[in-house]
């Protein structure tokens, strides 16, 4: 029966030039992008204790799930799996995620993933026209994309197919496909080329695998780009009934753009409901940029000015505070063209907010400048806070230059190498508060984002619970205005959504709440909501979860009713939310194995020190750190939104609540490793036997 | 099958017919305007083909290229999801500058429709109830003479190649995988789907030039509120408009 997969999987090997078909049935149990990624690794690579992220071993693959294409709002994510390089300090298994295109145009050319492996003696790049695909010759001895930036290298992608929205064919014969598309390519700049550890990989304006450091893992392969045209169509279970599905999420829960409904404050805290903005136009004429598939479009602009296409949020956004600082405006030009430039490089815009930040707070101490710890000229040469610096800043990053061969290491490699991690890590002047990833959102206040970071092997980047219990309810007190429910009732909402917990008290974020039990619940049931329906099935962090939405019968949002419409009209299976995210559940002990074969014991899940030490307090000009938070706490009998500024994670409680949360998934809590009871009965008994082997078991 | 016969040269009859005047298609000759004409009618030797009831239009400045629309009208027509088997074809460049980067290719149901013309089996005909252009499947023999045809770039016929016959836009009329009735008294999918209301339709033969089918839809909604340009040139931003500090 269709069920929205494509049948084959891409496996490149880049060192013998080979290509080959693997059975996509053999991975659905995975559902797609992460959960596919993940059970690839563990297929094809032997020596599981790998972790140099640029070995040639390391297998690095991308996709997405069973509904990218499809008719399902919001769900064509495509996800990268494989070992990342930014990760301190073990380059652990880890993933990464974009917008846009790719995993559509993918399966439309027959493909559910592509998987790389091994290690090209020249650059390279792949080109898929649907079932047909070529390793193609990427230096200037061939199709001389080999130095082009991001963007560069995708028009020029453009212009060997003739995309240029007439029709072409893919093949020879009239039964060849036609096309009007442009491909679908991911791409690295020169930071992805030259190996740094903060490299990122770009999809057309403005779409990126930020985090992970999978750029420079492209660039360890001499792998310059993936593009894919796909002409082919992808079939579902029960077509009328994704239609319908679609039709029924997006108009009555979506944005209706001839009806409004918000909070007092909306996007993106609407997140399902969320709608486009030009905000990242800065004052340029400009259309939304929607990814495939999507109902909200709510990926950036493109603007009338050519800047920062299809660029968003955050990239958009670190250098506003500096800008303004250093010259009193903010201007559209400097953001747009800096989204540009990051992008163009192929670097992670976290690693630019970080190091400007930990820089400046050693140029206060004196340590920068010529001759000194930082030996660096940029701080004399260049006026931090304008556009100039940072594009500077970049440049030297991407070319490992100057202070920028430091840099390119990711700022926990940089701080050892110069004898300062310990110390800035412990003040927060390097917020680095897992695995050498900057600071995202905080574990001292909003805590399950920390500790699902901490017991991953990355900042989850997952906003299910964010958006809703620290977003809304912080920027609705900051300015004054009205809750769109009070916490009690966001507390049942949640509940009613969350099964097979059903527990009120897991949004309860106040100081007893932080370490309990319902924490434990809220991190394994967001953990696996996310890897599945989200990292491996392919729906969008910026959509999903929905919990509360102004347009939903009693500000009901849609999760738990869609997530099991898709499911069933795209696969065939019902499959009711509880047994999704036993889905989800069974990837993430598939990582957590990989992990452990990697060296993870619990000893080592420990927060940057900062977190323990320094109280949560809005850092003023570090985007990561720019609010102080507000959540939903239960004390006293009694449900409230509480600001938790202040306050910090007690060091042995956070130990204690591993214990629980480890027993909680039936892990044994002295290591943090899973016991074979319960691999087995998630029919991974051969997960078991591969750690049983290495002494890494659960007892 | 479309009920009309077409006197040659031998003698064979035609019956009378109501039928538009005007050239369509091609971007010259006479403008309709807004009216629809009726009951003009010539002599037993032309051949006439009745309007088209119902017509697409686009407003390609706010499209957001998503694609939903294509995905959504291959679903509905062939219960699978394809770009290139939708019938109509959104031009997105994501490298290109507004709002140049985008086009919305949409089937105008030309009053002269040079793809049924072309035709030479008569698969590709008028319905004879709406007038919709569409392709009767079965008398297809793919010779794509339509897809030559279509006087508009990229051709607004497509040769389905999975299936192995020429297609368009039919307005929904025959949707097997829709619970909707489709065609110009019922629904689109394209339109339904289209989270911005980019599409939109008319049973009005639009004037036939370019800007008769590409039309701004974007002022009488919240489009303004959002930042976007209202304008016909979708350029011109009011003040509110002109925002240069993001959000979160």
Request: net charge negative.
């Amino acid at each position: 029966m269709a069920d929205g997969y494509a049948p084959r999987i891409l496996k490149v090997d880049l060192t013998t030039r080979e290509v080959e078909a693997l059975d996509t049935e053999d991975y659905k149990d995975w559902g797609g992008g992460v959960g596919m990624g993940a059970k690839l690794f563990w297929d094809l690579v032997e020596d599981k204790t790998l972790t140099d992220a640029f070995d040639p071993r390391n297998v690095v693959s991308i996709g997405g799930g069973a509904f990218a294409g499809t008719p399902v709002p919001s769900a064509a994510r495509s996800a990268v799996a494989g070992l990342g390089a930014f990760g301190y300090p073990v380059n652990w298994f880890t993933t990464s995620n974009f917008g846009g295109r790719f995993s559509a145009m993918l399966k439309l050319a027959g493909w559910q993933m592509v998987t790389v492996v091994g290690k090209a003696d020249s650059p390279v790049w792949i080109d898929i026209r649907d079932d047909k695909v070529e390793i193609r010759d990427a230096a200037e001895s061939g199709d001389g994309l080999w130095g082009l930036d991001a963007h560069e290298t995708q028009k020029a992608i453009y212009e060997i197919h003739g995309a240029d929205g007439t029709w072409r064919s893919t093949g020879a014969s009239r039964d060849s496909g036609r096309t009007t598309q442009h491909p679908a390519v991911l791409t690295i700049g020169l930071a992805g080329e030259n190996m740094t550890r903060i490299a990122s990989l770009i999809h057309d304006g403005g779409s990126g695998a930020g985090q992970g450091g999978f750029g420079g893992v492209f660039g360890s392969k001499n792998l310059k780009a993936i593009s894919v045209i796909g002409t082919g169509s992808i079939e579902v279970a029960d077509a009328a009934m994704v239609l319908d599905a679609r039709l029924w999420a997006a108009d009555q829960y979506g944005y209706q753009v001839d009806g409004l409904k918000s909070f007092a404050i909306s996007n993106p805290c609407q997140v399902f409901s969320g709608m486009p903005s030009a905000s990242t136009g800065f004052g340029s004429p400009a259309r939304p940029e929607g990814c495939m598939n999507c109902h909200k479009s709510c990926h950036g602009v493109r603007a009338a000015s050519g800047l920062g296409n299809g660029s968003h949020c955050y990239d958009t956004q670190i250098w506003q505070v500096p800008e303004k600082t250093a010259t009193g405006a903010v201007t559209g030009e400097t953001q747009g063209r800096l989204a540009d430039l990051m992008q163009a490089l192929s670097i992670n815009a976290l690693a630019l907010d970080t190091a400007g930040f930990w820089l400046g707070k050693l140029n206060e101490k004196g340590l920068v400048g010529t001759g000194k710890l930082v030996d660096t000229d940029i701080f004399e040469k260049y006026t931090f806070g304008t556009y100039e610096w940072a594009e500077e800043m970049l440049h030297r990053m991407a070319e490992k230059r100057e202070v920028g061969e430091l840099l390119a290491e990711g700022p926990a490699r940089a701080a050892e190498k110069i004898g300062r991690l310990e110390e800035d890590v412990k003040s927060g002047d390097l917020p680095l508060q897992e695995w050498g990833y900057p600071h995202h959102y905080d574990g001292r206040t909003e805590v399950a984002w920390g500790l699902g970071s901490l017991l991953s092997s990355r900042d989850i980047n997952a906003h299910d619970f964010n958006w809703i219990c620290m977003w809304t309810v912080t920027l609705h007190t900051l300015y004054g205005l009205p809750m769109p429910v009070e916490a009690e009732e966001m507390a049942n909402i949640i509940a009613k959504k969350t099964p097979p917990y059903n527990d009120p008290m897991i949004i309860d974020m106040s100081d007893e709440g932080m370490y309990s039990e319902s924490m434990a619940k809220l991190v394994s049931w967001h953990t696996a909501y996310y890897m599945y329906y989200k990292n491996s099935m392919g729906l969008c962090d910026w959509a999903y979860a929905d919990f509360v939405n102004p347009y939903g019968e009693n500000l009901e949002g849609l999760t738990g009713i869609a997530e099991p419409k898709y499911v069933e009209g795209v696969t065939g299976r019902v499959e009711p939310l509880e047994d999704g995210i036993k889905r989800g559940t069974r990837i993430w002990n598939l990582m957590r194995a990989l992990y452990i074969l990697e060296g993870r014991h619990r000893d080592q899940e420990v927060y940057g020190d900062y977190m323990y030490e320094v109280p949560s307090m809005p850092v003023p000009g570090y985007m990561l750190m720019s609010t102080p938070q507000c959540v939903p706490v239960f004390e006293n009998g009694e449900w409230s939104y509480k600001m938790v500024a202040g306050r910090m994670c007690d060091r042995q409680k956070t130990e204690d609540w591993k214990s629980i949360y480890y027993e909680f998934e039936g892990w044994d809590p002295a290591s943090g490793w899973p016991r074979r009871s319960t691999l087995e009965g998630m029919d991974m008994g051969f997960v078991a036997d591969e750690l049983e082997a290495a002494g890494k078991l659960g007892a | 099958m479309a009920d009309i016969e077409k006197k040659e040269a031998t003698g064979s009859g035609v019956s009378r017919r109501e039928f538009i005047t005007g050239v369509g298609g091609v971007g010259v000759g006479a403008v309709l305007g807004g009216a629809l004409l009726k009951g003009i009618l010539l002599p037993d030797e032309v051949y006439a083909i009745p309007a088209s009831e119902g017509y697409l239009l686009v407003d390609t400045k706010k499209c957001a290229t998503c694609a939903s629309c294509m995905l959504a009208c291959s679903t509905a027509h062939y219960g699978k999801a394809s770009l290139s088997l939708s019938r109509i074809q959104v031009m997105n460049d994501p490298l290109g500058l507004y709002p140049n980067d985008v086009a919305q290719n949409q089937c105008r149901q030309c009053p002269y429709p040079a793809c049924v013309d072309a035709c030479p089996t008569g698969a590709n005909h008028a319905d004879p109830e709406t007038g919709v252009r569409m392709v009767d499947e079965a008398k297809c023999i793919g010779c794509e003479r339509c897809v030559q045809a279509c006087p508009f770039t990229p051709s607004r016929m497509q040769w389905n190649h999975e299936d192995k016959h020429a297609q368009k836009c039919d307005l929904c009329k025959d949707t097997p995988y829709w619970n909707e009735e489709g065609g110009p008294e019922g629904k689109q999918i394209c339109m339904q789907v289209c989270p911005h209301n980019a599409i939109s339709f008319t049973k009005d033969v639009p004037v036939q030039t370019d800007a008769g089918y590409d039309v701004n839809l974007r002022k009488d909604d919240a489009w303004g509120q959002f930042g976007f340009s209202t304008e016909d040139d979708g350029m011109t931003l009011s003040g509110a408009q002109g925002a240069t500090y993001g959000g979160h």
